[in-house]
């Protein structure tokens, strides 16, 4: 992904926005690596690693808002804009999993107990 993805900070959403918005419809992608999503992912949210996510879109609905995450907030903001780019109403949860775990969402997988 090109540097400028980084640079250009894509609309963004709280994560207790985000935590609204998902229960609204909103599709939560998560593009963080394999390791990371076995550790701990949101529920029902979709596991896209950013280096597969140009791939994949099109395996992505159009027809929803597409919100990225990641650990800290810096990949999902390239992988927002890189959606937005191809066409899709994206959004990225600025701080991601930290300000989710903050806002009291629910988290599963092999760290936590579903």
Request: hydrophobic share 40%; glycine share 10%.
């Amino acid at each position: 992904m090109k540097v400028r993805h980084y640079l250009h900070q894509a609309p963004s959403v709280t994560a207790g926005e985000a935590i609204r918005l998902a229960r609204e419809g909103a599709l939560i992608i998560d593009v963080r690596r394999q390791f990371e999503w076995n550790r701990n992912h949101i529920p029902g949210s979709l596991h896209v690693p950013l280096e597969e996510l140009s791939r994949r879109c099109e395996d992505l609905p159009e027809d929803r808002l597409l919100i990225t995450f990641c650990t800290g907030g810096l990949r999902s903001y390239g992988a927002a804009n890189m959606l937005i780019d191809y066409g899709f109403d994206a959004k990225n949860m600025s701080k991601g999993l930290v300000d989710w775990r903050a806002a009291g969402g629910a988290l599963e997988g092999s760290a936590h107990t579903t």
